[in-house]
């Protein structure tokens, strides 16, 4: 490549030479702007440090509970570590002291059954350890020259043994206790092989796994407890709300025609969007995993407050269950209004009176459950579904009155043609206009429907621009569908406001599965009883006031 003198006498002639060519000119300006992109990255990252700081404060505002569990695990840190100035007669506590603070690190969980299971499953396992490694400890001292193969092959037996029956379908909640197992045996074994004291190293380290454990139970239980039966309840109710309001933002979303210019990759993926609908249905679905750790963690949980001894918290979760049956129809509706083919305005106003009560009725009735859930009452005389009944049943008979709406009713006949009729008859039907409109739909023959443009599904969008189906008519520079193709999409635009009706039906449906599950709820957990209302009186026609309750 030749020496830098040549390089240099090389680029003399207009060109850079090569060290300036890589710092920048001579004027500098390559030092500015790496000093320019180096302001750049400490303000983005001053500007991510204050987000995050602004997101870790508003979720210690929105939930004081997780304040109060940081506190909580700080104090319980700083009594275990007193333990490190124990001055007393046995000095191996001192030393030993991190199995303590050990034990509150692993043990001090958020929720109290939560702390009950980590502390179970931590105790049992050191128990256990320390019961076999005390055994195989003796049986290896016995064993003379022998010992180290003694200690060898009862750590593979144990870390065998203990890694297979946590495999076990039934053995999967006691999986941390197979870890503490065989992490304490192995240290006990390697401590008292190194001391040569097996029982002293297995009295001491059980010694302060208990200290540790009951600091755990104590700051835990005692400073502002946090139930897992409670956030369970909670939750349950929230899912209630949560459904009710979905449901009235697809009904009304629907019948005000609010259409997706284009929907969003994260509802397309399942994902965490900004549509509150979409968030409040998801939020209901997707609830089964943190319900069952809520219901494995409440089951641990000692009797407080409304909640008594051997609570029916799967009651809860099959609550929840019949909750999210209905979810899957919600979750439908908003997918009538994501969908491609659209039922055209007019049309949705002729049922707009009578879904928007079916919605609203339905909403109310999920309100009401979660009001009476969270107050922990059982059902007010009388059928609560009366009303979601009646208003579903309203919507029935305007669909069987009004079903011409739903289709194409072109090819809709009454009662069908003759199935034989002569050449005569067919000519005379040819010419006779009277039998002609017999021979279409009812609603043909009365209203004139022909007259009227049938399958053009119009319709408005977020932004308020008109939008036909099919959206894609005008792709590859303006082409239009095809007249058989275009009847499809006639047909199938009227067909949509069927199926929102119909889902709307079965969410009625499916409403009774969870007041039935409610009902349940309420006698196993045994609800209070509903407040006596007393309705004013109203005067007889003899002048005699009657009250009833």
């Not at 983005?44 to 695990?73: C, H, Q, T, Y």
Request: proline content about 4%; aromatic content about 10%.
């Amino acid at each position: 490549m030749g020496s830098f003198k040549c390089n240099w006498a090389d680029n003399s002639g207009g060109k850079l030479p090569l060290l300036v060519s890589f710092w920048g000119n001579e004027d500098g300006g390559s030092q500015r702007t790496g000093l320019k992109v180096m302001r750049e990255k400490i303000k983005n990252s001053w500007v991510e440090f204050n987000d995050f700081a602004r997101k870790v404060l508003e979720m210690g505002r929105s939930d004081p509970r997780k304040v109060i569990f940081a506190i909580k695990m700080g104090l319980a840190l700083s009594l275990t570590s007193l333990l490190i100035f124990w001055k007393g007669s046995y000095q191996d506590f001192a030393q030993y002291s991190i199995w303590a603070i050990l034990t509150v690190i692993v043990m001090f969980e958020f929720s109290i059954g939560a702390t009950f299971i980590k502390g179970f499953n931590r105790g049992l396992g050191t128990l256990c350890a320390g019961i076999l490694a005390f055994c195989f400890a003796e049986f290896s001292v016995v064993a003379g020259k022998f010992e180290e193969v003694v200690i060898v092959i009862s750590i593979f037996l144990t870390g065998f043994c203990a890694s297979y029956l946590k495999l076990y379908p039934t053995m999967k909640p006691y999986e941390y206790g197979f870890r503490v197992f065989v992490l304490t045996y192995c240290i006990l074994m390697v401590a008292g092989n190194r001391t040569r004291e097996y029982s002293q190293a297995v009295l001491t380290r059980l010694v302060l796994i208990a200290a540790g454990a009951g600091v755990t139970l104590v700051v835990n239980i005692c400073i502002f407890p946090i139930w897992a039966g409670e956030s369970l309840h909670k939750l349950v109710v929230k899912n209630f709300k949560d459904l009710a309001t979905s449901l009235e933002g697809c009904v009304n979303g629907y019948l005000k025609c609010v259409e997706y210019e284009r929907i969003p990759s994260k509802i397309l993926t399942y994902q965490a969007a900004d549509d509150p609908l979409y968030n409040c249905y998801r939020s209901v679905v997707q609830s089964t995993s943190e319900e069952d750790t809520l219901l494995g963690f409440a089951t641990w949980e000692p009797p407080h407050g409304p909640y008594r001894h051997n609570y029916p918290w799967e009651n809860f979760v099959k609550v929840s269950g019949a909750v999210k049956h209905c979810a899957f129809t919600v979750m439908a509706l908003h997918g009538c209004i994501l969908s491609e083919i659209q039922a055209p305005a007019d049309r949705r106003h002729v049922f707009s009176n009578e879904l928007q009560k079916v919605g609203s009725e339905g909403a109310k009735v999920l309100r009401e459950l979660g009001s009476k859930l969270e107050k922990m009452e059982k059902l007010s005389p009388g059928d609560i579904l009366k009303n979601v009944h009646e208003a579903a049943e309203q919507l029935q008979q305007k669909i069987d009155h009004k079903s011409y709406v739903l289709v194409n009713s072109e090819g809709w006949e009454i009662g069908g043609r003759p199935m034989e009729l002569d050449l005569e008859d067919l000519i005379n039907a040819a010419e006779d206009e009277n039998m002609k409109l017999g021979s279409k739909s009812l609603s043909e023959a009365v209203l004139e429907v022909r007259s009227v443009p049938v399958g053009t599904a119009l319709c408005y969008d977020s932004k308020n621009t008109l939008r036909t189906w099919p959206s894609n008519a005008s792709a590859n520079g303006g082409s239009m569908v095809k007249g058989d193709e275009f009847k499809t999409y006639e047909s199938a635009s009227a067909l949509s406001l069927a199926t929102f009706a119909s889902l709307l039906i079965e969410f009625v449906a499916r409403l009774g599965n969870v007041v039935s599950s409610f009902e349940e709820l309420s006698l196993k957990a045994n609800f209070k009883d509903p407040p006596i209302i007393n309705i004013p009186p109203e005067p007889c026609k003899g002048g005699v006031a009657t009250w009833v309750v």
